[in-house]
Antibody
Framework: QVQLQESGPGLVKPSETLSLICTVS??????????WSWVRQPAGKGLEWIGR???????NYNPSLKSRVAMSVDTSKNQFSLKLSSVTAADTAVYYCTRSDNVWGQGTLVTVSS | QSALTQPRSVSGSPGQSVTISCTGT?????????VSWFQQHPGKAPKLMIYDVTKRPSGVPDRFSGSKSGNTASLTVSGLQAEDEADYYCCSYAGSYKVFGGGTKLTVL
């Protein structure tokens, strides 16, 4: 059974870059025709789609975040990652990684504060 | 891009049916048969309940069904049960990216 686990700093300073990793266990990040996505949720608010990456490294990003987002897949580590630059307090949220929307990590809270 | 429009809340009694609407535009919901629905309980990760408008992932009860007409998609929950009380989000492909609805709180009375 495939499981996903997000990891990364829980606190990021304004203007810096948020970096998260999603580790895949029980399956391979390079198998099948899956896509690997990131979704975030500010406290008490709704879900926001950040983007997705395929094993081929093809990416799709939310137009509102596109200038600040980068996603990649590391098949050697069975991981995929999210980088969000120039963060502000508005980027404070629980960040989830997913496999084709059907398997989700538990989420990790990232707070942007000095 | 704007979020899809969902009612803030819906409610129903056990055994009844409720329908949650999700209104988009001709650039997202109306353009593609790629609408998904997610259930989220407090403090938990979302769970995929419906994908590609009408399809159910393995393990999702057939009490949950999806449909679409024009720019509006719908999720119907039949035979309401207490555990169905949760937030529900629709999500549509919009041509290279996806957009979520604002979410609907389903209360089982």
């Amino acid at each position: 059974q495939v499981q996903l686990q997000e990891s990364g700093p829980g606190l990021v300073k304004p203007s810096e870059t948020l970096s998260l990793i999603c580790t895949v266990s029980g399956g391979s990040v390079s198998s099948g025709s899956y896509f690997w996505s990131w979704v975030r949720q500010p406290a008490g608010k709704g879900l926001e789609w950040i983007g997705r990456v395929y094993t081929s490294s093809t990416t799709n990003y939310n137009p509102s975040l596109k200038s600040r987002v980068a996603m990649s897949v590391d098949t050697s580590k069975n991981q995929f990652s999210l980088k969000l630059s120039s963060v502000t307090a508005a980027d404070t949220a629980v960040y989830y990684c997913t496999r084709s929307d059907n398997v989700w990590g538990q989420g990790t809270l990232v707070t942007v504060s000095s | 891009q704007s979020a899809l429009t969902q009612p803030r809340s819906v409610s129903g009694s056990p055994g009844q049916s409720v329908t949650i609407s999700c209104t988009g535009t001709s650039s997202d919901v109306g353009a593609y048969d790629y609408v998904s629905w997610f259930q989220q309980h407090p403090g938990k990760a979302p769970k995929l309940m419906i994908y590609d408008v009408t399809k159910r992932p393995s393990g999702v009860p057939d009490r949950f069904s999806g449909s679409k007409s024009g720019n509006t998609a719908s999720l119907t929950v039949s035979g309401l049960q207490a555990e169905d009380e949760a937030d529900y989000y629709c999500c549509s492909y919009a041509g290279s990216y996806k957009v979520f609805g604002g979410g609907t709180k389903l209360t089982v009375l």
